[in-house]
């Protein structure tokens, strides 16, 4: 069965994706205003790299990390999202391989991002994995938290570049 345009299933934890959509977003925008920005564009891109190695200069998540953070890190990494890929002219999924370190965590965080954001969640009608997808949400959002009180437990700091 087709996805309906109109409004998502009402499985779909709206209020939870909401939340995700508008923090993500202000937390670019805050990775922006403190000069985490992509070098060599004509406009203004939020740089993760710089934010990943500007993380790892300051400790890394262990210097934040309390249980909340640490569960959902390994709920992540436990089950993390898949990446679509193209494969013969199909849309498709592929697993990614876990690898230590916060800039992995990161990028899970950034692939939950895009396949909700770009759709990729809706190739074969309504969503099959609510519970999970609701989960990896919830995860993402801690860590994207996290992010956040780390740069503002940084009150005037710009990144170094």
């Not at 993500?24 to 920005?37: A, D, H, N, V």
């Not at 400790?59 to 909340?68: A, E, I, L, N």
Request: glycine share 6%; aromatic share 10%; proline share 6%.
């Amino acid at each position: 069965m087709p996805m309906s345009y109109d409004a998502p299933p009402d499985a779909i934890d709206q209020e939870l994706v909401l939340k995700f959509f508008w923090k993500y977003s202000t937390f670019e925008c805050e990775l922006k205003r403190r000069g985490f920005l992509k070098e060599g564009e004509s406009w203004a891109k939020p740089d993760w790299k710089k934010f990943v190695e500007h993380l790892h200069r300051k400790g890394g998540f262990k210097v934040r990390m309390v249980q909340r953070l640490a569960e959902a890190i390994e709920a992540l990494k436990a089950a993390p999202p898949r990446r679509q890929v193209v494969k013969d002219g199909q849309l498709g999924w592929e697993d990614l391989s876990p690898k230590p370190g916060d800039a992995h965590v990161l990028k899970l965080l950034m692939m939950v991002r895009n396949n909700l954001f770009h759709g990729g969640k809706y190739l074969d009608g309504h969503v099959k994995e609510i519970a999970r997808d609701s989960e990896l949400l919830r995860a993402a959002l801690t860590v994207l938290e996290a992010c956040f009180e780390l740069l503002q437990s940084e009150p005037g700091a710009q990144v170094r570049t």
